[in-house]
């Protein structure tokens, strides 16, 4: 009896243990391409799913409000730049507060050059050798950088603010350094650029990589509002609504949803690309 038993298991495995194990190495390689990742599965927001609402115009905030789906969805589509491609954008108030935010996702081939996420009216922020940099217009040393920690292939919320007294800089909501100074920035009389820093600086810091929700604030967001952003995830919509000035998410145009009519234009010979596959190095906190 116990012979019949030992031949009948091992038939059952020479029948099926093939089988198993194709089954196995199937769903290895699904988790290696990402089948199962939670963003797969995550209900992605269509272009201008999202916008704020200015009933007096741009400009202006009494009764300001968004309108549409704005709970933080993932965006279907986000920015990709190939290292020569930048978003123009038009001249920008300046101010004496200011907050600069945006995800990135950059390549290893030039991680070690700047790399400009934004720059607008004199004021930009940047990444070089894994660090991130930011520039207050007009304000004595103002140039200033976070310890190395920023990697290829991943996705980050970099974020900077100035109070007027001081800078800080923030990597995935937690302030990573801070550098005390004082003074007005004065701001610049042309317009910026989002993925190079092609008018202040003669034509560098292509960005090579993935960009996404890119934000400018007339104040220094705090710190508890940045961590809240970097909570809602790469398809949040502005913290402050009174000091929003522009907000672009790059879900698949250049278009400003912060109603102040801000729009980004792209380079005729260098279209930048718009893609759905960038889930790869990005979690949802």
Known sequence: MKMKRSQSAMEYLMTYGWAILILVVALSAFLMLGVFNYGSFTQKALPGTCSIFRPHGPGTSSLIQTQGVCTGLQPQYVAYLNGSQYLNLPVTPAYSTLTLSAWANLNSSDLANRQDILNTAGDFLNTQGGRLCFWVSGVNSAYVCSPAGISSGKWYMLTATYNGIAEGIYVNGTL??????????????ESGNIGAC?????????VDGYIANVQYYKT??????????????????????QNIVAWWPLNDNGNDYSGNNYNAT???????????NWQSGYSQT
Do not use: W
């Not at 990573?176 to 009389?189: C, E, F, M, R």
């Not at 220094?220 to 402050?240: R, T, V, W």
């Not at 792209?266 to 759905?276: D, F, R, S």
């Open 266 to 276: 792209e380079v005729a010979a260098n279209a930048v690309q718009y893609t759905t």
């Open 220 to 241: 220094a967001l705090s710190s508890n509002e940045i961590k809240s952003m970097y909570i809602d995830g790469i398809g949040g919509d502005p913290i402050s609504l």
């Open 176 to 189: 990573v350094y801070s550098y005390y100074l004082s003074g007005t920035p004065t701001g610049a009389v």
């Open 198 to 206: 092609y008018h202040y600086c003669g034509g560098i810091g292509y």
